[in-house]
């Protein structure tokens, strides 16, 4: 803390402190818009807060006065959470999180349409943003070539560089013992945004979706969104949610650990977004190396076509008002009137459909012995008939007889005389 507070005093960074369910976005903001209008950058503001961590803590564990015995491990306490707010050349908004207590812990929370902004600014392309998004772009190709840009290698360099301006709790002499921080992936979003050129239609058809889709959250159709087994051991909740933020409805459908989820962005386009809290999920390395983060990147974006894929096919089925009025409603002629229905009469070659086939038979040998008799088989009826119509007769029944233990013989069958027994 007095490391911080010296930083702080140093810079002439404001230093805040966040009360308990407080929303630290809308906190820090009106700090942020105040870096931007100065153009200012680095450590824009400094938030403490008290949270839940694992920490390394000690606690006595018998033995005397004169000599204790204690003990070390890992167990959950509240202590104070840094947050340094910046605003990056490269990154824009971003915070980095950090934790006093040992093991000291350390998060990064960036935002890569942030990066995708910064670099259209330094390309000269013209853009108009959608929030946390592009809502259109004059070179649509060379806005898709900037975002594949994008790597691991750019959140290696946001770390590097204000690993070296912010306190660390790692000296000179333990950095050069090799006791360095290793960055691992806790939550990665990847989106996909889709904007509508009639911005009325698209919500409508996205409010139909979530009415149509609320069995996504099924094993079945889960695994079908994953691309992953599902099976009767599958750790997590299978279950479709539906939150209404004020008036914008969002559908969410888990899986494990990781969920995706779609919502209509500003009331313009629809974004969809898998979230993976878990890496292990799908099988891919925490750790931020080229491998995971490629493999993730792809898992992001066949997630999100295959839900898009499945919601179009689910739509396609069903037919515009027209055709179906015109299938549903009764057919009426030129002048209004209802059309008379069609007699539904036999086809001339009906009847000589149903005879049977009669084919000369084969010459045989003298030796060659007679073939079975073949069944003669009619073919199926492909008309109705005025027999078809008629009821089914009911199926015989035996008279029940009053000795149903014993009934009588028929009377053409001999009796069987009793046997005698020889003396």
């Avoid at 369910?21 to 008290?50: C, H, N, T, W």
């Avoid at 008309?383 to 089914?392: G, K, S």
Wanted: glycine share 6%; proline share 9%.
């Amino acid at each position: 803390m007095a490391a911080v507070e010296r930083f702080a005093a140093k810079q002439g960074i404001p230093v805040i402190r966040f009360e308990r369910r407080e929303s630290k976005e809308q906190r820090v903001r009106p700090y942020l818009e105040a870096a931007m209008r100065e153009d200012r950058f680095g450590v824009i503001v400094v938030g403490v807060a008290q949270e839940k961590t694992s920490a390394w803590r000690g606690w006595r564990e018998g033995g005397p006065d004169g000599h204790p015995h204690f003990r070390f491990g890992r167990q959950s306490a509240f202590v104070n959470h840094y947050y340094f707010y910046v605003r990056d050349r490269e990154w824009g908004p971003a915070f980095v999180k950090t934790c006093a207590y040992a093991p000291y812990p350390l998060w990064l929370c960036l935002n890569g349409h942030e990066w995708a902004k910064r670099q259209a600014e330094k390309d000269g392309l013209s853009f108009q943003a959608l929030d946390n998004g592009f809502r259109s772009c004059a070179d649509a190709e060379a806005l898709a070539a900037i975002c594949a840009r994008l790597s691991e290698r750019q959140v290696w360099a946001f770390f590097r560089r204000y690993e070296r301006l912010l306190p660390s709790p790692f000296s000179p002499e333990d950095r050069g013992r090799g006791y360095r921080y290793q960055l691992a992936l806790r939550q990665i979003e990847l989106s996909d945004t889709r904007v509508f050129d009639r911005p009325e239609a698209g919500r409508a058809w996205f409010e139909r979706v979530i009415r149509d889709q609320l069995a996504l959250g099924r094993p079945d159709h889960v695994s079908l969104v994953f691309a992953r087994r599902v099976i009767a051991t599958t750790p997590g909740r299978f279950q479709t949610r539906v939150i209404n933020r004020g008036v914008e409805p969002a559908i969410q459908v888990l899986y494990k650990h990781s969920k995706v989820k779609q919502y209509f962005k500003e009331g313009r386009a629809l974004r969809t977004e898998t979230t993976v809290n878990d890496t292990y999920d799908f099988g891919v390395g925490r750790l931020l190396t080229h491998a995971n983060w490629q493999a993730l990147l792809e898992l992001g974006q066949q997630t999100n076509e295959r839900l898009l894929d499945a919601q179009l096919q689910a739509c396609a089925c069903a037919p515009d008002a027209t055709t179906l009025a015109r299938v549903v409603l009764p057919s009426r002629t030129p002048d209004g009137d209802p059309a008379p229905r069609a007699p539904l009469r036999r086809p001339a070659g009906a009847s000589a459909a149903r005879r049977p086939l009669l084919l000369p038979a084969p010459a045989r040998g003298p030796h060659q012995p007679q073939p079975p008799r073949a069944r003669r088989r009619l073919p199926p009826r492909l008309h109705a008939t005025a027999d078809d119509l008629r009821p089914a007769s009911p199926p015989r029944q035996r008279a029940a007889h009053p000795n149903r233990r014993k009934p009588p013989l028929p009377a053409n069958r001999p009796r069987t005389p009793p046997r005698r027994l020889l003396r």
